[in-house]
């Protein structure tokens, strides 16, 4: 079944690259880098934390006041700030070959196979300029990097793939459970996968990742400047919930497909007008990642824009 959009959708991310760029970024706006240091602890210290890191077998404590948790679908710090994590996942394994594209216009291939990816899709994403070959599923019901080496059989020949050696792997665990309800509280937030910001159906992440840390960005100096919580308030995953019942709903039927013949049906009743129609959403829809909690933060910034402005009139009032 091939679906097209009238606009462009994917976002294929060159993540080495995307990493370093935002690192430079980051520098130039005076953030302090410490690569290959691990987090041992953190621990309630007044109204910030206590944090032990450790790097190349030193372990240093820094005090810190307000700690962004973006550290994976198994968050350390989701527990040490007594935030929710993530229960529910599947395991995701894919490889990259660079300059083995088609030629054809960039296109998502999907595979509904649960034998090869249970509970979820193997897939070639063809950029133009790599190829992204993975298979994802329920860890317990498959064995991710054997289903890799069989489906990259099944496909090589029809892509071209025949010989070409992969330029990278990466892979690792998704959540699928939606955003979890509480995210944020006064000494630390959650972002990313940390924060379930993944399309419990499409299991997309990226552009979640993305706005939701455009969300955190807002909120976070409002809540320092301030000390106001309500700021904090408006950053929970309750309200993104809400819009994630019906892919709660399907991530859960699609879990149940265990065998070829229930997964053709289930591509047949997709080919039918009405159900093509929700297919083309879930694939091409706005709402893979809903932006139901962004009117607060715009309310945010309109909010610290009239205390600023307060605040500049009380000045010159004093002055004179």
Request: a positive charge; hydrophobic letters at 40%; glycine letters at 10%.
């Amino acid at each position: 079944m091939e679906l097209e959009s009238p606009h462009d959708e994917f976002r294929v991310g060159k993540m080495g690259e995307l990493y370093r760029r935002s690192l430079e970024d980051c520098q130039r706006a005076g953030v302090e880098w410490s690569p290959s240091t691990s987090l041992v602890a953190l621990q309630p210290d007044g109204d910030g934390s206590a944090a032990l890191l450790e790097r190349g077998g030193v372990v240093v404590r820094r005090r810190v006041r307000f700690v962004v948790g973006a550290d994976g679908a198994v968050s350390r710090v989701a527990p040490a700030l007594g935030l929710d994590s993530n229960s529910r996942w599947i395991v995701g394994v894919e490889e990259v070959f660079r300059g083995a594209t088609s030629g054809r216009q960039p296109a998502l291939h999907c595979w509904l196979d649960p034998t090869i990816a249970p509970g979820y899709i193997a897939w070639v994403v063809d950029d133009g300029d790599e190829m992204h070959v993975g298979v994802g599923g329920y860890a317990s019901r498959f064995q991710p990097a054997l289903a890799l080496r069989q489906f990259l059989e099944r496909v090589a020949p029809r892509f071209g793939l025949e010989g070409a050696t992969p330029g990278e792997r990466r892979g690792g665990r998704i959540p699928v459970g939606g955003v979890l309800p509480r995210i944020a509280c006064a000494r630390g937030l959650l972002t990313g996968d940390a924060a379930g910001a993944v399309s419990p159906l499409t299991a997309g992440g990226l552009d979640p990742c993305l706005r939701l840390s455009a969300h955190a960005a807002a909120v976070i100096p409002h809540f320092l400047e301030t000390g106001d919580i309500d700021a904090l308030a408006t950053y929970s995953g309750t309200a993104y919930r809400v819009r994630f019942r019906k892919r709660l709903l399907l991530r859960r039927m699609l879990a149940t497909v265990r065998s070829p013949i229930a997964a053709e049906l289930a591509c047949a009743t997709l080919r039918l007008p009405a159900f093509r129609n929700i297919a083309s959403r879930v694939f091409f829809g706005r709402g893979s990642f809903p932006d139901t909690s962004f009117g607060a933060a715009t309310e945010i910034h309109e909010k610290r824009a009239r205390s600023s402005s307060i605040a500049a009139t009380v000045q010159r009032e004093q002055s004179r």
